[in-house]
T-cell receptor, first 120, second 111 residues
């Protein structure tokens, strides 16, 4: 079946531009995560959605980063006024179930191929 | 200090040999542990979960030592296709399931 898809796969932006990155999770998956992976590093958590509710945005590095999932399926990560330090691969992951309270899920997270953002 | 620390390698391994490497984690409240595999310019993929009793999946064996807060991965009879970066991953309780990744250990299997 179809996995997690992300678009665009590559994005080059000039410093100061706004960008929007899209994630299509696996159909029916309740949980959706965004991660940022800098070169040579492991992915770092950005934000978590359960259906349309953004329950954790503690990893967003600044108020230039904004994420939404208005209908509980597709999600968009928006970065305003991009800076060179925003250059990274942005990964989206989804998992089947939600989590009651803040307890940790036991679900497997399935990752999309990522969007490689380069800010010049 | 990072939550999850790994030796970046690379570990250069002859085909057919055994390679093992560890990672350490700092949060003693961590609940779940995994190894993910990431090929160059690809997304991370779950290799295996790590259980307290240790577990095997074919040529791969994972161990967890909660007292010392480290996780290990051993690959037997290495194949060329095992060349990848192996990411040590920890999931904490009360965290909505978010994953904490190490920076990865690179393994290069040579003919």
């Amino acid at each position: 079946g179809a996995g997690v898809s992300q678009s665009p796969r590559y994005k080059v932006a000039k410093r100061g531009q706004d960008v929007a990155l899209r994630c299509d999770p696996i159909s029916g998956h309740v949980s959706l995560f965004w991660y940022q992976q800098a070169l040579g590093q492991g992915p770092e958590f950005l934000t978590y959605f359960q259906n349309e509710a953004q329950l954790d945005k503690s990893g967003l590095p600044s108020d230039r980063f904004f994420a939404e999932r208005p209908e509980g399926s597709v999600s968009t990560l928006k970065i305003q006024r991009t800076q060179q330090e925003d250059s990274a691969v942005y990964l989206c992951a989804s998992s089947l179930k939600g989590v009651a309270g803040a307890r940790s899920s036991t679900d497997t997270q399935y990752f999309g191929p990522g969007t490689r953002l380069t800010v010049l | 200090r990072k939550e999850v620390e790994q030796d970046p390698g690379p570990f250069n391994v002859p085909e057919g040999a055994t390679v093992a490497f560890n990672c350490t984690y700092s949060n003693s409240a961590s609940q779940s542990f995994f190894w993910y595999r990431q090929d160059c310019r690809k997304e991370p993929k779950l290799l295996m979960s790590v259980y307290s009793s240790g577990n095997e999946d074919g040529r791969f064996t994972a161990q967890l030592n909660r007292a010392s807060q480290y996780i290990s991965l051993l690959i037997r009879d290495s194949k060329l296709s095992d060349s990848a970066t192996y990411l040590c991953v920890v999931r904490e309780g009360d965290s909505w399931g978010k994953l904490q990744f190490g920076a990865g250990t690179q393994v290069v299997v040579t003919p």
